[in-house]
């Protein structure tokens, strides 16, 4: 480094096999202590950052702001996913404890019910109704079974309707009586059909798999509550669900609820009516009119 300085500052090259001493003058001597300084400064000086124009700048700023909005976007839908799982796996919890306590509770009340006898006998009915209904069927979604619940809820009013008719009123005679027969067994007939075809294959839930195996959906099926304590409900909630105007449903089965009481009101008056003797006073029935 010194043989250069000497070069650069015009120091005269020395006679072969001689050496030339230099002294450097005073007004040099600080510049020959700063160059090592300067030169360890600028070996350890960062390197300089470039200047951005306005446009990149801002164009640079918008791409960190949209990517840090994607980052925290997906972390929301993460943190909802995993609530819905959890609240989805809540429910199945609550919906498998509820059946279970009921299936307890109706135990207590009744005895198994054991349909050996009639597994084997409606075996070759079962076997031409799986071509037709499959193995098993989604109760939630099946629109096949809402129709089929269309039959049963009108077996049910049958029932609900005309029994308390037939045991009040005189309405049995010789030329109705067939008739009568005829839809009653029709009645029971559909009764069967729903607990021996539809309802054994309902898939069910249990411990977060569908269980779609009709030997264990049969099981299920005879082992709950609504096979020894059937709910006559069920075929207004789903017919609700699927309906787009259900408030005309609504106000249909509130008037049925109404028309309902009236008829249970009317044969209660004339059970009263009968017990204290028809047109023995202005209160009780007349007798005039069809009863």
Request: proline residues 6%; contains cysteine.
């Amino acid at each position: 480094m010194f043989s250069k300085l000497k070069k650069f500052l015009g120091a005269p090259e020395p006679p072969p096999g001689r050496t030339l001493s230099y002294a450097p003058s005073a007004e040099l001597l600080p510049v020959l202590l700063l160059l090592p300084l300067q030169r360890g400064l600028k070996e350890i000086s960062p390197p300089e950052t470039p200047v951005l124009r306005k446009e990149d700048y801002i164009r640079k700023k918008e791409e960190e702001w949209i990517a840090k909005e994607e980052v925290e976007k997906k972390k929301a839908e993460e943190a909802a996913r995993k609530a819905e799982e959890k609240k989805k796996m809540d429910e199945e919890k609550r919906v498998e404890a509820e059946e279970r306590l009921a299936e307890e509770a109706a135990a207590k009340i009744l005895p198994d019910i054991r349909c050996s006898c009639f597994d084997v006998l409606l075996h070759p009915i079962e076997k031409r109704m799986q071509k037709i209904l499959g193995d098993t069927i989604d109760p939630h979604t099946d629109r096949r079974y809402i129709a089929w619940m269309t039959f049963t809820a009108l077996a049910y009013n049958y029932n609900i309707w005309f029994c308390p008719i037939r045991l009040i009123f005189p309405c049995h005679n010789p030329s109705v009586n067939p008739y009568w027969i005829f839809f009653d067994v029709l009645s029971d007939l559909v009764y069967v059909t729903d607990i021996f075809i539809w309802q054994p294959r309902f898939q069910f839930i249990k411990a977060g798999d569908i269980i779609k195996d009709i030997a264990l959906t049969k099981a299920h099926y005879r082992k709950s509550h609504r096979f020894k304590i059937e709910s006559f409900f069920e075929f207004s909630d789903r017919l609700e669900s699927i309906m787009a105007k259900a408030y005309i449903w609504r106000v249909a089965r509130t008037i049925g609820y109404l028309l309902f009481a009236l008829h249970l009101n009317a044969c209660a008056f004339y059970v009263a009516s009968e017990y204290q003797g028809i047109v023995t006073t202005t209160w009780v029935y007349d007798g005039e009119g069809t009863a």
